[in-house]
């Protein structure tokens, strides 16, 4: 994958070490790995598992509420990822290997949040 290809600002690894793409690194054309979603990247920006009646928890399900009380989804199952936001859909994507990291970034961006992701 080229940088090019990315946003500004999305996490990528780069030999290994996770980072933000950058302006120059866009420019220079470097090559970058994407940087795989897993559950404690999620945990680590405010996600959660866990619901009022544990009887609809599902595995591999998380979700946020920004300030307004909107919900952001996320349910990996195996190598596909599905972002709802309240109850649209954002992203539905399957994956050959890895969900990446800039997905979640991108599909933030669509709703209008502006929330770092911290790896």
Request: aromatic letters at 8%.
């Amino acid at each position: 994958m080229n940088a090019t290809e990315l946003m500004l600002g999305d996490i990528v690894s780069v030999s290994g070490n996770p980072m933000h793409v950058t302006f120059a690194m866009m420019h220079a054309g470097i090559d970058v790995k994407p940087l795989s979603l897993t559950r404690d990247i999620l945990e680590r920006n405010g996600f959660s598992d866990s619901y009022k009646d544990r009887s609809l928890a599902k595995d591999n399900v998380f979700k946020w509420y920004d300030w307004y009380g909107h919900c952001v989804t996320v349910d990996m199952n195996g190598n596909a990822i599905k972002i709802q936001h309240d109850s649209r859909v954002l992203l539905d994507l399957r994956y050959n290997l890895i969900v990446p990291v800039s997905e979640l970034q991108h599909a933030l961006k669509m709703c209008g949040i502006e929330k770092e992701v911290v790896i």
